[in-house]
């Protein structure tokens, strides 16, 4: 593909319900990452994967929040019983992750985003 | 854990003006990267400079890393409109190409014309 894809682009639920959130990553990517944006504000950290390691889930603010990577390529972001505060753009990158490369040149390749709605 | 800031949070100018946003780290870095999104879009890649006290220039933009590589800098020469934008700086401690890239807290720039 062109680059990294998000879907849906736009989401509103009813505080409550579970969304499921979809990313696809530029193919041959190893490296994959969401983050959360808050209107004005910077780049949450929320979680990162890396080939076939474990994936760092340091930065999911809470236990309804969890993603996986399905054969080192889509990913889907799940948060469970949304809350008025998860309203946000949730973007997603990857990157080559060249191993060992000197210099380590590793450009993220973002996404649109989705953007988050709980009423 | 690694923490990258980075100063002014917002920065106002008047067009034709110079803007200077500063990325500093908590720890040595090997090598920082620099990110342009633009409003209500997402962050693009601008640069990645690698070595100590490197300077890189894309026309009117310079960028620079600190000798000591924990800190660094994104200078924009007689600003347009179309600079308008939030920079955001992003920083790997190893080589290591798997290592999980740190952003900085972001600097945004709105411009007067």
């Known amino acids: 593909g062109a680059?990294?894809?998000q879907s849906p682009s736009n989401k509103v639920t009813e505080?409550?319900?579970?969304?499921?959130?979809?990313?696809?990553?530029i193919s041959g990517h190893t490296a994959l990452y969401w983050y959360r944006q808050s209107l004005g504000q910077g780049l949450e950290f929320l979680i990162y994967f890396q080939g076939n390691s474990a994936p760092d889930k340091s930065?999911?603010?809470?236990?309804?929040?969890?993603?996986?990577?399905?054969?080192?390529?889509?990913?889907?972001?799940?948060?469970?019983?949304?809350?008025?505060?998860?309203s946000a753009v949730y973007l997603c990158a990857s990157s080559l992750a060249q191993l060992g490369l000197a210099?380590?040149?590793?450009?993220?390749?973002f996404g649109p985003g989705t953007r988050l709605t709980v009423l | 854990?690694?923490?990258?800031?980075?100063?002014?949070?917002?920065?106002h100018v008047q067009e034709g003006e110079d803007f200077t946003t500063y990325c500093n780290s908590s720890t040595t870095?090997?090598?920082?990267?620099?990110?342009?999104?633009?409003?209500?879009g997402h962050p693009v890649f601008l640069i990645q400079l690698?070595?100590?006290?490197?300077?890189?220039k894309q026309k009117r933009l310079t960028f620079q890393f600190?000798?000591?590589?924990?800190?660094?800098?994104?200078?924009?020469?007689?600003?347009q409109t179309t600079d308008v934008g939030t920079y955001f700086c992003a920083g790997q401690i190893s080589n290591f190409g798997n290592e999980k890239l740190t952003f900085g807290t972001g600097t945004r720039l709105t411009i007067i014309p």
């Open chain 1, 3 to 5: 680059g990294v894809s």
């Open chain 1, 15 to 25: 505080k409550g319900k579970d969304v499921e959130l979809r990313c696809d990553p």
């Open chain 1, 59 to 86: 930065g999911l603010p809470s236990d309804r929040f969890s993603a996986e990577r399905t054969g080192g390529s889509v990913s889907t972001l799940t948060i469970q019983r949304t809350q008025q505060e998860d």
């Open chain 1, 103 to 109: 210099g380590g040149f590793n450009e993220q390749f």
């Open chain 2, 1 to 11: 854990g690694q923490q990258v800031m980075q100063i002014p949070q917002y920065q």
């Open chain 2, 29 to 40: 870095l090997s090598n920082i990267q620099w990110y342009k999104q633009r409003p209500g």
């Open chain 2, 50 to 56: 690698v070595k100590s006290g490197e300077v890189k």
């Open chain 2, 66 to 79: 600190g000798e000591a590589k924990k800190n660094s800098s994104l200078h924009i020469t007689a600003t």
